[in-house]
């Protein structure tokens, strides 16, 4: 199914009954990104999710993007779901996508939850060197090996095999533009909601695995400290992909915040 928000197309699909909650996800996954979270939480829920402009089947409008920009993307979606009011779930800058949500139209979000997210550079923890240094190496290396490099940094310490194919299977099969990935690259690394997060009202989780080499679990800590009526919690161990390591940990989380 498509959304448009102006003259953007955005992607989208839905799977379960209940009460709805919005899959928002971060650089470089599209909506596939959610594969093992879907199943769980469409046990009770009506799980909406999409992929962001720049990648998928979405249209790669010129960048550079802004979180607040794809924001007005994620509300399109619940217009086209004919949706008024959802939990809202993000992780990475799929998180400040939902925090920008939040602040933007807090009539429209339930309960929040944001996974290994950031409040931006103002307030927040700089990325970590293991992905500092990757970045650096990256234009280097050959695509495949590229992708496979940077999904392992994503995982924990001693990434599953399984997990590391399942992910790169996908992101080979459907690589994305890379002005796509720049321009939602731009969108992550000028995002800075330290100064408004404590205007977030929704009641909040946050998730973060202290293995994260990504965005420093830390981050998840300083938003804790920002955002009124939250919760955080660490797994350890667990890498950027958290969800897809112990997807039964953090799916538990997740229901028991939003009941």
Avoid at 69 to 95: F, I, K, W, Y
Avoid at 213 to 233: F, G, K, M, Y
Avoid at 239 to 251: D, I, N, S
């Amino acid at each position: 199914m498509i959304a448009t928000n102006g003259d953007i197309a955005i992607a989208w699909e839905e799977v379960g009954r209940g009460d709805p909650v919005l899959l928002i996800h971060g650089l470089g996954y599209a909506r596939w990104g959610w594969e093992p979270l879907v199943p769980l939480l469409a046990e009770r829920y009506r799980v909406i999710s999409f992929d962001n402009r720049g990648i998928g089947e979405s249209a790669v409008p010129p960048g550079p993007y802004s979180a607040s920009a794809m924001a007005g993307d994620a509300l399109a979606v619940l217009d086209a779901a004919r949706v008024e009011r959802a939990h809202v779930v993000g992780t990475s800058l799929g998180g400040m996508i939902a925090q920008e949500v939040a602040l933007a139209a807090p009539d429209r979000v339930g309960r929040l939850v944001l996974i290994c997210s950031t409040p931006g550079a103002t307030g927040g923890h700089p990325m970590p060197e293991a992905t500092v240094r990757l970045l650096g190496e990256a234009a280097g290396l050959p695509p495949g090996v590229a992708v496979r490099r940077f999904v392992e940094n994503a995982l924990g310490p001693e990434p599953d095999p399984s997990i590391v194919e399942r992910i790169v299977g996908h992101r080979l099969a459907r690589p994305q533009d890379p002005a796509g990935w720049a321009a939602q690259a731009a969108a992550g690394m000028t995002y800075d909601a330290a100064g408004r997060a404590g205007s977030i009202a929704a009641p909040t989780l946050l998730v973060a695995g202290t293995a994260d080499r990504v965005v420093d679990c830390r981050n998840s800590v300083v938003l804790s400290e920002l955002i009124p009526d939250s919760t955080v919690r660490l797994i350890p161990d667990g890498g950027h992909l958290v969800f897809w390591e112990q997807p039964r940990a953090v799916g538990d989380l997740i229901i028991g915040h939003l009941g």
